[in-house]
Nanobody, 124 residues
Framework: QVQLVESGGGLVQAGGSLRLSCAAS????????MGWFRQAPGKEREFVAG????????SYADSVKGRFTIARDNAKNTVYLQMNSLKPEDTAVYYC?????????????????WGQGTRVTVSS
């Protein structure tokens, strides 16, 4: 198993930036593909970005392409989400998730391990 703890959320003005971190403990971090998801009030949880085990393959939702960057440091057991040019519609609770497979997928049901979430609020 792996335990995940997100940090880095907060309140930011539109156009600003935040970097989210997700620290993992437990089983070997490099065994997991990692994903970031978000859930806004009244909406379903949606895929934001994902990265494979080695970090060589990344995937993004269309809504964040060109603004968000996912990265991982397997030596530090951490995955990051750099969020730039934030918009009010990016407001949500952001979750990191781990999948005991090589590849990233966008379906949240394919991820067995989840953090508790970190709230991001973007004001207009």
């Amino acid at each position: 198993q792996v335990q995940l703890v997100e940090s880095g959320g907060g309140l930011v003005q539109a156009g600003g930036s935040l970097r989210l971190s997700c620290a993992a403990s437990g089983r070997t971090f490099s065994s997991y593909a990692m994903g970031w998801f978000r859930q806004a009030p009244g909406k379903e949880r949606e895929f934001v970005a994902g990265i494979n085990r080695s970090g060589g393959m990344k995937s993004y939702a269309d809504s964040v392409k060109g603004r968000f960057t996912i990265a991982r440091d397997n030596a530090k057991n951490t995955v990051y989400l750099q969020m730039n040019s934030l918009k009010p519609e990016d407001t949500a609770v952001y979750y990191c998730a781990a999948r005991d497979r090589i590849l990233v997928v966008t379906n949240s049901r394919e991820y067995a391990y989840w953090g508790q979430g970190t709230r991001v609020t973007v004001s207009s």
